[in-house]
Structures are given as structure tokens and as C-alpha cells.
């Protein structure tokens, strides 16, 4: 029960700093897929040291609680984070990053996918 109240609060955390980082993770992601460099960008939420993508959000830059580091699908697939036999399915279930972001949130107990809207823009 003790990691269920811990993951808990570092999702809320977590949102609070996706609101911030909002515009600049879907500018990104948009880029990532018109650039050609993949269809299924992937964006790494942490708060320690990861090897794992390219940094483009740093904690420390913004005074937030995560980091975030733009990856993508084929990079996770290489890195065995997503198995090959489960990247038709991980395809299959991806949403469509025009509107949401895809998170891989890395903690002390593990890793979790989660898929985010962006902020609508005033």
C-alpha cells in the first residue's frame, strides 16, 4: 500500500509539472514526427540520472520536480525497455501525439507508461 500512496504522489507531482512543460513537450513531439524521426515519440520523466533519450527539460532550469528526456518507440525497442514481440501492441494501444503525450515515468520502483493530454492553449 506504502508504493501505491508513493506513486500517487509523485503522479500529482508529475501533472503539475506537465501543465508547465506542456506547450514545449508537444512542440517537440510535433517536430519529432514531421521531421521524420519517428511516429511514436515518447518523453522520459524522471528525477534522477537516466541514460535514456535526449534532455530537453531540465528540473533544475524550470525549479520543477521532473526531468524530461525525448525519446522515441525504436529507441525503447533497441534499449529492450519495450520488447520486439510487444512493439506491434505498444503501437496498437499509442495515441496520437498531436493531442497527447506519451510518458515513461521512471521511478525508485519501476517504470509506467502514461499518456497525457496536451493543455488546450488559450
Known sequence: MENST????LLEL???DLKF??????????DMVKEGFTKYPVF???QHQVKLGEPILLREDYARDFSIHASTLEELVEKKLVLQEREQEFIHNFKNPKEQMCILLITAAGAHFIY???????
Open 6 to 9: 508513493a506513486l500517487q504522489k
Open 21 to 30: 512543460y506542456s506547450p514545449m513537450i508537444k512542440e517537440v513531439a510535433l
Open 44 to 46: 522520459v520523466a524522471h
Open 116 to 122: 497525457v493530454p496536451y493543455l488546450k492553449q488559450a
Open 14 to 16: 508529475l501533472r503539475e
